[in-house]
């Protein structure tokens, strides 16, 4: 079985630049959910979707931020314009709707310059 | 509002001794709880976790974690540590039940392993 597969696994961007992360959950996993991790902090929830509706997006810093999931599979994260704080590793993780254990994809570590 | 607290961010053993990797959580109801392992640029990996039933959970690798309310802990240890071992630990908890999946994470604790 495929795990959470995300990408790119690295980027390196200008500041004001626009940037997308992509993540295809593990397949008949529901829900879906999009966490950053800055340096040396552990992850931090950004939007939990259950299908393609986002139920938890209160941690999504809305100015900057957006996520979609069309059709309720891959989800793509974007930051618009990106700043230097935004510089994390972006972590998508997926689950059926009744199993508590996440799986986990590898991450996108971005890097704003 | 829950809160997760990882006590000593880097803990440092030699090969085959004890791994003890403390882990406090702060929550109007008994959480679940979750440890994960990162290696380096990798993701988190499930070591184990505890919902219900039996307060002492086993995971992969070696590892178990027991849960004590009193204490409002969920140390995870591990007998004889091994190379193999050396990675960020990271303990979450989520509310029980319900719709809200959740996860607050600690800080993490970094595991070195000493030959």
């Known amino acids: 079985e495929a795990g959470v597969v995300q990408s790119p696994r690295y980027k390196i961007i200008e500041k004001k630049q626009p940037v997308a992360f992509w993540c295809n959950p593990i397949s008949g996993h529901n829900t879906l959910y999009w966490y950053r991790q800055n340096l040396g902090q552990g992850p931090e929830l950004l939007i939990r979707?259950?299908?393609?509706?986002?139920?938890?997006d209160s941690q999504l810093p809305k100015d900057r931020f957006s996520a979609e999931r069309l059709k309720g599979v891959d989800s793509t994260l974007k930051i618009q314009p990106a700043e230097l704080g935004d510089s994390a590793v972006y972590l998508c993780?997926?689950?059926?709707?009744?199993?508590?254990?996440?799986?986990f994809g590898s991450g996108t570590r971005l890097t704003v310059v | 509002a829950q809160s997760v607290t990882q006590l000593g961010s880097h803990v440092s053993v030699s090969e085959g001794a004890l791994v003890l990797l403390r882990c406090n959580y702060s929550s109007s109801v008994p959480p679940y709880l979750f440890w994960y392992v990162q290696y380096p640029n990798q993701g988190l990996q499930l070591l184990l976790k505890?919902?219900?039933?039996?307060?002492l959970v086993k995971g992969i690798n070696g590892f178990e974690a027991e849960f004590k309310k009193s204490e409002t802990s969920f140390h995870l240890t591990k007998p004889s540590a091994h190379m193999s071992d050396a990675a960020e630990y990271f303990c979450?908890?989520?509310?029980?039940?319900?719709?809200?999946?959740?996860?607050?994470f600690g800080k993490g604790t970094l595991l070195t392993v000493n030959p």
């Open positions: 979450a908890v989520s509310d029980p039940g319900g719709s809200n999946y959740k996860l607050t």
């Open positions: 505890y919902t219900t039933g039996a307060t």
């Open positions: 993780a997926s689950s059926l709707t009744s199993n508590y254990g996440y799986t």
């Open positions: 979707y259950e299908n393609e509706e986002a139920v938890d």
